[in-house]
Each structure stands twice: as structure tokens, then as C-alpha cells.
């Protein structure tokens, strides 16, 4: 199959490389990731012409294409599942900065980190934070990834003006442009952020910039329970609206400390670290005189405010979180839930874990609702961990959340999206899907179930 | 017809009223609106579920149904266009502000004004701000309507985190909720804002509220050219984004004096209105240093810097432009371009305007490239108008723009749309279209032609 597949690419000009190791996996832990097709062939196409003939000819050929970006995804969203073409968007590098128009243009494969690097080069910035700096920009888009500034600044549909995409067929849609406003029908571009490759590969986007960040300053405040912490946090956000507002259990600190070398000042079992922007460092002092009196009022066991090296080593400790964690955990959960319901989401699910066996370490984005649970490895953890996930899932439903906020559906949540939305719902996305990609070529497997 | 109707609803428990006068016009000037069908009934449901039911009704009767707010849409996007039903949401006026969750559950016939009292009563803000305050909270998301804080704070799209929506056969779609995050499939939420109640009718919306303004201050700079005026917009939003940026011309601004009574201090051709928001009083006014050095350093005139009662002049005068000028124009467009592309814009359309002996006087947000333009009456416009309005829509297509920014499609732009996007694309609404409307009854003539 993969060599006659090689064969029908190069008969039409398309180089096939048939080394696919390196392609066929994302970042989802190897506990709970599915078992990828290895029997595939990758393309690296230049540009949206490129990557439009390669769909001409899977079209032609009913050849499945797994379109893939950084491959930093936690869902298996941009794992193969069956022969066919891996579409890799590593070359597509173009980028232009439009410091006039405050905003840049960035083919598919340009990473976070040099779209954060040519934004500052033009004393411009570019807000979204999904973690790593080797995900891709139309990634970012096709999977509407979102991080820890979304409270303040948004998520990637928030920065989205314009996109081109390549359809199921090979032919390029160009939606929207460097305009802020457009009413002009129905908002297919929405449509298309956070599709998951599966409705047609997004080759270039344009993403709104804006002004850089001037000053910030980081509070860590350590409480005794769950509770004090996230009372406060409407209270945070209506005083100062801070970039980020986290809430990490005292376990999790432990876990980024061993993997960053740096420490974090003395902890609890929940605690809040608050991240503050603004004009001038006396704004933000005053802002965080605000904000410690408030965490005081809340029984705060202390309050530390945190700037220059101290304030760089708690994010650091922060960001390198899940790096610690990684090798001991199952699965790191991304379930989104109104903020106030937090403590009782954690709660509920921290019950049904003990009965069940499992600890679990929290952390995660109190400001928006959106908590990163780790059920950690536990002897017997395969059989009963289905189970376990299904509940939490549950849980977050019946406190009007959703069960993922951030990762997507991808291969590994397929199944679930059936039981978390109504029929009516599902059914509605399933003939997007036949109307996008009528043959069923597009990233087949993930989101949902494609129907003829 | 129309007492067939009214029999078949009676009979089904649904009160018909029979006289529609004042259900059949939106705020489009007469000069450019359609004629409207006036025979139709109106229902006034007053929840989802009386919703709902009237759909039934409809679906099982083949009856159109155009879905009314308030009134205040500027494209005869609520103007029904046959024989049917006018289903007005004045009596769904549930308003929860939920201060823990920054957000407000609204029924459909929430108004701006209502919605903007009940978040501010809790200490909280709705910023964005369309124009009329008698806008419904359902009709500003079924138009994604935008308004002068867009550039700041975005626009209805932005705001919208949860909706119930009723489909054409009568079941009840209930999308996203109070979270912030929510990628768990296709975004059928963001598919429906902007629908222009030509897919769903929405009954509810969850929307994010944000912490209070605290302080404003507005500076009035007149300039002698479009081109002084703009080419520093992004240097302005750069060093301080502010709440709203605004272009307006000299003679727009003498309308606007005499709808309000007010005076603006001397003025130029062009104009900009900058209205900064802050913390506090000083750093609003180092903020208002930092623009005028920028204003001065490109030609400005002067630069006026308003508080308190001057303040107040200024925005009641910019804000009654329209009142004051729209018994002399034909229609106020609302095309929307790349910032640095409205000098050329406006210098293109005017040359134009010129050349076919109209006469065009131009506002709009010069922040967010959305620019309103109203052509003039003169004697025998009707005549040469489309040819104008056609050219001015290519003009701003060539620039890479849009031809509604914000107004949308409704009835009296279906027929540019489909010169200004791709067939495809168009294609592609319209399929949307059959799916959520398989029987063409939602608000039919509007945005894309139905097709089974």
C-alpha cells in the first residue's frame, strides 16, 4: 500500500519520504495513546499550492491524510490511523510581521516560539501561551489551543482574522483577512478553528498582535484548602484582571522544582500564583497590594510577591510542572468548568478517586475554569482507569463543564464527545463533516465518527 | 393566509396577534430598505419552550419565520419577506448576573441597556457597545454586533460563551455554557453567531462580563488629512491601546453638534477621537501625553484633552452623528479594511463619489479599519446609487476588506455576497443553511439563498 501510494505521489511531482518514524506520534502520554499506522507516507509540501495538489491527488485516490504541526498535541490528533499520507507543514516557514496592521501572517509551520520572536523583534507581542514554543501555528489554530493567559487575553479563535485552508478535494478556501470586523455571512472560519484537521488543512493563518507587555510581577500564595483559594478568585480578576491566575496543589510545586533546579517559596496544600501586568512597576505594586489583601481576607497562610530572578524561578518551576510529572502520571486531563465550581469539581472527583484507588495531582487554570488533573500510575491502574476517567467526565458535565477545554477531542475522546453532547449536536457536526469532506479523508478517526 | 395562520396557532395553544404595524421595519433608512410582506402574524413567546413550539408549528406548516429583536439592525435583516410569522423575543427578559462566574444568562429580549444596568448594579462591565442600547441581547449575537470598543474589547463574538438556540423543526440546541474554555467538537456556537436568525433561533445567551471601567479621558485631534490622521493609529494603539479609536470628518462632527446641542472644540477635515481607559486619573493623563506627542509629531492641528463635563460633550456629539445626519443620507455603509488601507480607501471612493456627483461624508473606527460612509441624497440618486455602492464594496474588496463590518448581510447585501466571496465558499453556506433549515422557513431572503 505505502509504496504504491509513494508511487502515485511521485507520478504527479510529489516527493514521498517513507521514513516515517518520527511522524506517527504525538505528545500524549504512552499510557492511554493509541496505537498508531506506521504503514504511511509523509509529505512536506512549501506552501498552499503544494499542500492543495497533494489533496487533489488523495481525493483522486481516496488516500486518507493526516495533516501534522508540531506534534505537541495530547489527544493523538495528529496520529495516523490508518494507510495513508502524513502531511507535515515543517517547511511552510513564511512569516511577515504587518506592524501597520498589528498583525502577522504565518504559514502552517511557523512555531510558537518564532512567531513570539518576530512579534517582539517589531515591538509587537503575540499574548496566547499554549505551553510549548514548538507547536505550530495552524496546530494552534486547528486545535483553538488556549494556556494560561486566556483568563486575561483569550484563546487562538480570539487572535484569528484570517486563514486560508486547503479542502478536502484540493481546493483553497481564503477566509477573512487583515480585518478586525467581518459579518459578511456565515463565519466558516470559526467553523474551522479547533476542526482538528479533520474539515480541511488550514496553510496560513493571520493573527491579530498587540502592544507589548510592559511590566509583570507574580504573587504566590499558599492556602490550606482548595476552597480559600478559588473563593477569591472572582475577587482577583474584578480587583486587577491579572494575565494568569493558577491554582497548584502543593504536590505539583514539588514535581517543577525537581525538574527546574529552582525553588519555590514555601507552599501548602492549594495555592494560587497570580500574575499581574500593567504600564509601570508602581501600577503593579499597588495591583498586588490589592490582591494580598484580598488572599489575607481568605485566609492566606502568607503572600509573596515575586519579581525579577524570584519571579523567573517560580515560572520556571511552574512551566516545568508537567515535565516532572509526566513519567509517573496516566493522563493529563484538561476538563474546563465555571470557575466557581472548582472546589467542588475537585472535591467530588477526589472521592471518587480514593474509593477507586487513585491519587490525583491538580493544577491548572483557575482564572478560566480549566483544571489539568493527573491520575498518577498506580499497580492495576490499566483495568480500572476507563472508569475512573468516565467519571470525572461525568462530574464536569453535571456542573455544566465540558470535557475538554483545551486538548480537543483527537482520537483519544471520540468515543466520549457521543456521551457529552446531545444527538442532535453530534448529528449536526457529523454532517459538517460530510459536507467538508464528503469522502472521509481528512484526518479520519478523530472528532467524530464520519458517515456517507 | 394570515388568518390561517393565526387559526393553526390558536389551535395549537400559541396567541396570535394580528396586528403586525411596527413588526415589519428595522432602523434601515427608507431610502434603501425593502418593501416588507405585511402579511404575517406576530408571536411573543416567552421562554425556549414557548420558542420551540411555534417552530413546530412552523416546521410541520411549511411557515416562514422571521425572528425579530429590537428592531435596530440597518440591512432589513428582520423584515419579513413573505407571508408568515414574526416572532418577537420582547417577552423573554430573564437577566442573571452571576458575579462568582463573571458572566450573564440572558434571554433572547435582554437589551444592551438592561444587560449594561444589571452587570454594572453587581459591580461588573458588558464593554461592548453597539450603538443603541435598545438592541436585544439575541439580535446582537445573531448579528455578531461590533461597535467603537471593538479594538479594545472586542466584539459581540468575543464575549459569547454560551447559547441555547431552537432549530428550525423545533428541538433545542443548548451549546457551550459558563466556561471559558470549550473545545469538545465543531464550534456550532460560533457557527450560529452571526447567523442573522437564518440557521437557529437563539433563546439565551451566556455572556462574559468583564471588572468595571474605572477611568476614562477622551482627546479631540484635528488634523488636516486622512492620511496625518491615520498613519499614527498603530503607533497609538501601541503605546496605549485605547478603549475606542475614531475617525470622524469635520463635517460629520457639525451633525453631530446639532442632534446634541453640544459643542466640540475647533475641528479640521479629519479627526481623530481617542477615548483612553486606566487604572486611575494619573495614569490616564501620562497615557494622554504619550498620544499627543505621537499627534503632534504627525501634523496635528492641535490636541484637545477632555474630562468630566467636556468629556461628556464630546461623546454625546460623536454618538448622535447618525441621528443627526440620517434624514440627509442614503445609507450608511459600514465596509471594513486592513487600518492602513483606510486612507486609500476613503481617497478611492471619494475620487469615485466625485466623478458620479455624489457627495460622501465618512466616521468610523479607525482602530478596527471599520469605516461608515454615508453617501448624500442629491436629485436623481436613486438611479446612479447601486453603481456607486457596487463600487465601493470592489474598492474595498481590492484593499482586502469586507463589505460589512458589522451590519451584516440581512436582506439588502444577499445579492453582493455572492460577488465577494468564493463560490465555494458560498457553496459551503449554503449547505449550512440546508442542514439547519431544511425547509428554507427561518428568516427566508436573507444572508444566502436556500436551496433543497
Not at 533546579?261 to 490589592?290: F, H, T
Request: charged share 25%; with cysteine.
Amino acid at each position: 500500500m505505502r509504496a504504491q501510494i509513494a508511487k502515485i505521489l511521485r507520478d504527479s511531482g510529489v516527493e514521498p519520504y517513507t521514513d516515517a518514524s518520527g511522524y506517527v506520534f504525538d505528545e500524549t502520554p504512552e499510557t492511554v495513546r493509541i496505537e498508531p499506522c506506521r504503514d504511511v507516507i509523509v509529505v512536506k509540501p512549501r506552501n498552499t499550492e503544494e499542500v492543495a495538489r497533494v489533496m487533489r491527488i488523495a481525493y483522486e485516490h481516496n488516500i486518507p491524510v493526516f495533516v501534522r504541526g508540531g506534534g505537541t498535541g495530547l489527544s493523538c490528533g495528529a496520529v495516523p490511523t490508518k494507510t495513508g499520507i502524513v502531511l507535515s507543514t515543517e517547511r511552510m516557514k513564511r512569516i511577515e510581521v504587518d506592524a501597520e496592521n498589528l498583525c502577522a501572517v504565518c504559514s502552517a509551520g511557523v512555531t510558537l516560539g518564532e512567531l513570539i520572536n518576530a512579534a517582539e523583534s517589531k515591538g509587537l507581542s503575540f499574548p496566547p501561551h499554549p505551553g510549548s514554543e514548538s507547536a505550530t501555528v495552524a496546530g494552534m489554530v486547528a486545535t483553538n489551543a488556549g494556556g494560561v493567559r486566556a483568563m486575561k487575553y483569550g484563546v487562538m479563535r480570539n487572535y484569528v482574522i484570517g486563514l486560508k485552508a486547503v479542502l478536502a478535494d484540493g481546493e483553497v478556501l481564503s477566509l477573512g483577512g487583515k480585518m478586525i470586523k467581518n459579518n459578511a455571512g456565515y463565519n466558516l472560519m470559526h467553523l474551522l478553528i479547533g476542526s482538528e484537521g479533520t474539515l480541511a488543512i488550514i496553510t496560513e493563518v493571520v493573527l491579530k498582535l498587540l502592544p507589548p507587555f510592559r511590566e509583570t510581577l507574580t504573587l504566590a500564595v499558599p492556602f490550606r484548602c482548595v476552597e480559600d483559594a478559588i473563593r477569591i478568585v472572582p475577587k482577583i480578576m474584578i480587583e486587577s484582571m491579572p494575565l494568569a491566575l493558577e491554582y497548584i496543589e502543593g504536590e505539583a510545586i514539588t514535581y517543577g522544582e525537581k525538574a527546574s533546579g529552582k525553588r519555590w517559596p514555601p507552599r501548602d496544600k492549594a495555592n494560587l500564583m497570580v500574575i499581574l501586568d500593567g504600564d509601570s512597576k508602581d501600577d503593579l505594586m499597588r495591583k498586588a497590594e490589592r490582591v494580598a489583601e484580598i488572599c489575607e481576607r481568605s485566609n492566606a497562610v502568607d503572600v509573596f510577591v515575586a519579581t525579577g530572578r524570584e519571579e523567573k524561578d517560580l515560572l520556571a518551576v511552574r512551566s516545568l510542572i508537567y515535565e516532572g510529572i509526566k513519567n509517573d502520571l496516566i493522563e493529563i486531563l484538561d476538563v474546563s468548568v465555571p470557575v466557581a465550581k472548582i472546589p467542588e469539581y475537585i472535591r467530588k472527583c477526589n472521592d471518587v478517586a480514593e474509593k477507586m484507588g487513585f491519587k490525583v495531582i491538580n493544577y491548572g487554570h483557575a482564572g478560566d475554569g480549566n483544571i489539568h488533573q493527573h491520575p498518577m500510575k498506580r499497580v492495576g491502574w490499566e483495568k480500572d482507569y476507563e472508569g475512573l476517567r468516565m467519571r470525572f467526565f461525568e462530574i464536569a458535565s453535571d456542573l455544566g463543564g465540558t470535557i475538554t477545554g483545551e486538548h480537543g477531542i483527537g482520537a483519544l475522546k471520540k468515543d466520549h464527545l457521543k456521551h457529552f453532547i446531545s444527538e442532535r449536536e453530534y448529528r449536526i457536526m457529523q454532517e459538517m463533516k460530510r459536507i467538508f469532506d464528503p469522502k472521509g479523508i481528512l484526518n479520519p478517526g478523530k472528532v467524530v465518527d464520519h458517515v456517507r
